[in-house]
C-alpha cells in the first residue's frame, strides 16, 4: 500500500475520496480534516441587518404616533391649567371669597380627574394581565415548560383570591406546587381546579342575558328599543364576565373589550353556521314559521350568546385544554325550546277549532 496520497487532477471540482492509509496514533503531525459537508457548505452567510430610518427611530423606542398623542395631551394639559388659572384670577379680582371657592373647586376637580384616570390605567391594566396570563399558559402548554406553568398557577392564584367560593380549590391547587407535575399537566390541573365553577356561572350569565333580549324583542313595539335594549345588554354582559374572570374594566378598559371581542367574533366567522343550534334552527325553517317579532327575538338571543362566547374567549385568563369550550348549544338551547313551543301553540289552537 502506498503512503503517498492520491492527486487530484486541477480540472476536477470536488475532491476524491483518499484511499486508506495506514499510520500511528501517537504520531505528532496528524490532523483531521474537516467534514465534507463543511467543505462544500462554505462560510455562512452574513446575516442583512435591519436598515432604514424607522429601524433606527424603533431602536430608541420612538414612534410618531406616539409623540402625536403625547404632544396632544401636554397641549391640553397647558390649556386646561391656563384656563383654570386665568378663572381662579378673575375670581380673586372680584372677591377673595370667591377665589378660595374656585380655588378649592379647580383643586377638587384635579383630584376626580386622577383617581378616575388612575381607575381607568388599573382596568386597563387589569385586561392586559389576563391576555399575558392566558399566553403565558399557552406558552406552557406547547413547550411544557414546569417554571412558567408555576408562575401561571400562582397568577391564576392571585386572581381568584377576591372570589370567597373557591377557597378550598385554590388550597388544594397550592398544595400541588410543590409537587413533580409536568408543565402542561399543571396547567391542566390549575383550570380543572379553578375554573369550572366561574365557567358554570359565565354559561349561566349568557344563556339568561339571550333570554332577556328575546324576550324583550319579541314584545317591544318599536326597533329603537330592541336596538338599545340589545347595545345594553350586550356591554353589560362584558362587564359581568370581565369581573367575574377577573377584569374589572372601567370605561377605557370597556372599549378595548369591546374591540377584542369584536376581533374575536371577526376571526371565528361570527355566526358560525357550522354550529348545533343554528343548523337546527334552519334545517327545520323553524325561522320561517314564526312569526317577524318572535323570530327577530330568537335572532337577537343567538347574536347575543355569540357575542357573550366570543366575551368568554377573550377574558377568560387560561385557554380551554383540560375543560370543554362552552357551544351556542350549551347557552341558547332554551331559545330554540321556547320557540318550537310558540310555534306549536298556534297548531293546537287550529286543531281544538276544527
Do not use: C
Not at 492520491?6 to 492509509?21: D, N, T
Not at 378673575?90 to 378616575?116: C, E, F, K, M, T
Not at 386572581?159 to 400541588?176: D, G, I, K, M, W
Amino acid at each position: 500500500m502506498s503512503d503517498e496520497p492520491a492527486r487530484m487532477s486541477p480540472s476536477a471540482k470536488r475532491p476524491q475520496a483518499a484511499r486508506p492509509q495506514v499510520f500511528r496514533l501517537d504520531e505528532g503531525d496528524i490532523t483531521l480534516a474537516p467534514p465534507e459537508a463543511e467543505l462544500e457548505a462554505g462560510p455562512p452567510e452574513p446575516v442583512p441587518a435591519a436598515g432604514g430610518r424607522r429601524g433606527v427611530f424603533s431602536r430608541f423606542g420612538f414612534s410618531w404616533s406616539g409623540l402625536f398623542w403625547t404632544a396632544l395631551g401636554g397641549v391640553l394639559s397647558l390649556a386646561a391649567y391656563v384656563g383654570l388659572s386665568q378663572l381662579v384670577s378673575d375670581l380673586y379680582a372680584q372677591s377673595p371669597a370667591l377665589g378660595y371657592v374656585g380655588l378649592g373647586l379647580a383643586g377638587a376637580l384635579v383630584l376626580a380627574g386622577v383617581i378616575l384616570i388612575g381607575r381607568e390605567v388599573a382596568g386597563i391594566a387589569r385586561l392586559a394581565h389576563l391576555d399575558h396570563v392566558r399566553e403565558k399558559a399557552a406558552a406552557a402548554l406547547a413547550d411544557d415548560d414546569r417554571t412558567l406553568a408555576q408562575g401561571v398557577a400562582r397568577d391564576m392564584l392571585r386572581l381568584s383570591a377576591a372570589q370567597p367560593t373557591l377557597a378550598r380549590a385554590r388550597v388544594e391547587l397550592e398544595s400541588h406546587l410543590g409537587g413533580i407535575i409536568d408543565g402542561a399537566d399543571l396547567v391542566r390541573l390549575t383550570e380543572r381546579t379553578l375554573l369550572p365553577t366561574l365557567d358554570s356561572r359565565a354559561r349561566q350569565m349568557v344563556s339568561e342575558a339571550a333570554k332577556n333580549v328575546s324576550v324583550v324583542t319579541a314584545v317591544s313595539p318599536r326597533a329603537l328599543v330592541d336596538l338599545a335594549f340589545v347595545l345594553y345588554t350586550a356591554v353589560s354582559l362584558m362587564r359581568r364576565l370581565a369581573q367575574l374572570y377577573g377584569g374589572r374594566p372601567g370605561m377605557l378598559g370597556m372599549l378595548r373589550l369591546i374591540r377584542h371581542v369584536l376581533g374575536h367574533l371577526a376571526v371565528t366567522g361570527g355566526m358560525a353556521a357550522g354550529d348545533t343550534l343554528v343548523q337546527q334552527i334552519v334545517g327545520q325553517g323553524l325561522a320561517a314559521r314564526l312569526s317577524a317579532k318572535l323570530g327577530e327575538g330568537v335572532v337577537n338571543g343567538l347574536l347575543t350568546a355569540r357575542l357573550g362566547l366570543a366575551a368568554i374567549a377573550v377574558t377568560r385568563p387560561l385557554p380551554f385544554t383540560a375543560l370543554p369550550a362552552p357551544r351556542l348549544a350549551d347557552v341558547a338551547t332554551g331559545l330554540l325550546r321556547k320557540a318550537e313551543e310558540e310555534e306549536q301553540v298556534p297548531s293546537r289552537r287550529e286543531q281544538a277549532g276544527r
